[in-house]
């Protein structure tokens, strides 16, 4: 995967904009709640990611971060846990 998807998952409030906003069908709404007692977003596919940054731009709560991966690093995270 030539990028990493982090999402922080305290600062999201379970819009799912970003999962509506995903056209590679990266995201999707977890089972599981956050301290605000909302679903958040995981990345289902993360290899799919191109960096398009849909997501990025449409979360109201700015808690998604797209960044180029480093090469070397073969076990990318999905989420960046808070």
């Known amino acids: 995967m030539p990028f990493r998807l982090y999402i922080d998952k305290e600062?999201?409030?379970?819009?799912?904009?970003?999962?509506s906003a995903c056209?590679?069908?990266?995201?999707?709404?977890?089972?599981?709640?956050?301290?605000?007692?909302?679903?958040?977003?995981?990345?289902?596919?993360p290899g799919?990611?191109?960096?398009?940054?849909?997501?990025?731009?449409?979360?109201?709560d700015a808690a998604i971060e797209i960044e180029k991966a480093d090469a070397s690093v073969t076990d990318t995270p999905a989420k960046k846990e808070s």
């Open 48 to 60: 799919a990611c191109t960096a398009c940054r849909r997501c990025t731009a449409i979360c109201p």
């Open 11 to 19: 600062r999201c409030k379970g819009c799912a904009l970003c999962v």
């Open 23 to 45: 056209v590679r069908g990266v995201l999707r709404m977890t089972k599981q709640l956050n301290a605000r007692g909302q679903h958040y977003p995981e990345a289902r596919n």
